[in-house]
């Protein structure tokens, strides 16, 4: 089901993930527009929550799995970072994002950049290959978080870095929204408690798993959403639940580390 | 190549067969010699999709299109699709 809401945003050049689709918004998000400036145009569709602290770490030379990639912002941001020794990867499962991401590839002439139609809880990625991997507003969509953390610390090589950024939960959500599937698309309803979420990492056999960065929606944004909005009037109460909405989702940067052993 | 690995189970190296090139692959299929999985290059991209989310009806015509060339082990006996004998 997130698969197909993907691909028509992506046919469709909408914008998703909760976001308006106002240009601002990924600048909102962390990017600095010179950074931006220099992607191909298509690649940013306003789907993330922003990942620029994983970005700012990337080495010259460094491999990076970007799971959930979508029309290929952050792999393009990784390519530049990387240089032409390093490589990126983009694992998407929307075929439709993976066009529109191929399309941005030719035209920007990226060579270190590559996209492959996967599952991030099946990666097609072998083991221990990865220095880095990064993720930007996915892994609140998948049913099973626990196989996407297991794919991430398989990846990677001892030592390598997760860096994703994500929604999380600070209070439970009302049942009438988790069932919402356009808020699911929304980022919002398939989103974990945070405990849990960091519970998931440390189960999978990630150390030093830190919460470097940790934003509250604005409630600005959240009674603009669209989704907030059908939500809103589902449950018949206006602005209310959108305010609980807007108190009980946070975006968070995680890092966390695999051990050298 | 050198990091692909069959997301089912997680064999590595995989295969390549190449079909169509232009600056890039184009048309290939990528097989996993341990368990026959065998996944499509279809415009550039790898589709190395896990075998609830393939398609029959756009994958059994890939592997009839490219069936000369491909080994007739994948053709009769790949996973999660094959031909008739």
């Given at each position: 089901m997130v698969r197909k809401a993907y691909g028509e945003i992506a046919k469709a050049e909408k914008c998703g993930c909760?976001?308006?689709?106002?240009?601002?918004v990924s600048e909102n998000a962390g990017y600095n527009p010179e950074e931006l400036g220099?992607?191909?145009?298509?690649?940013?569709?306003?789907?993330?929550?922003?990942n620029p602290v994983a970005l700012a770490t990337l080495k010259e030379g460094e491999t990076v799995v970007d799971f959930g990639?979508?029309?290929?912002l952050d792999c393009f941001l990784a390519a530049k970072k990387v240089g032409e020794k390093g490589r990126v990867i983009g694992v998407d499962m929307t075929p439709e994002m993976l066009d529109k991401a191929r399309e941005n590839c030719r035209r920007s002439g990226y060579k270190n950049v590559e996209f492959r139609l996967g599952e991030i809880e099946n990666l097609p990625v072998a083991d221990n290959t990865a220095d880095v991997v990064i993720s930007n507003c996915v892994i609140n969509l998948s049913p099973n978080k626990q196989r996407v953390f297991n794919e991430a610390f398989r990846v990677l090589k001892p030592g390598g870095r997760m860096i994703i950024s994500d929604m999380v939960l600070l209070n439970e959500l009302p049942e009438a929204l988790k069932e919402n599937v356009q808020a699911y698309i929304g980022c919002v309803s398939g989103a974990e408690m945070k405990t849990e979420y960091r519970r998931l990492i440390e189960n999978a056999g990630f150390q030093r798993v830190e919460v470097i960065k940790e934003a509250h929606l604005p409630l600005e944004l959240v009674l603009s959403d669209a989704t907030a909005k059908a939500m809103a009037k589902k449950l018949k109460t206006s602005d209310y639940s959108a305010r609980q909405l807007a108190n009980s989702v946070a975006s968070v940067t995680i890092s966390a580390i695999k051990p050298k052993k | 190549m050198e990091i692909l690995a069959c997301p089912i189970d997680k064999y590595h190296p995989l295969e390549l067969h190449v079909f169509e090139e232009k600056d890039e692959i184009t048309e290939g299929l990528i097989v996993?010699?341990?368990?026959?999985r065998w996944y499509p290059i279809r415009d550039e991209i790898?589709?190395?999709?896990p075998d609830e989310l393939r398609k029959e009806a756009e994958d059994l015509p890939f592997l009839k299109k490219w069936r000369e060339k491909i080994p007739e082990k994948i053709v009769?006996?790949?996973?999660?699709f094959s031909l008739k004998r």
């Open positions: 909760g976001c308006s689709c106002d240009p601002s220099s992607v191909p145009e298509g690649a940013d569709l306003n789907l993330g929550c922003g990639s979508g029309a290929g | 996993c010699p341990k368990c026959l790898p589709e190395m999709l009769f006996e790949g996973k999660p």
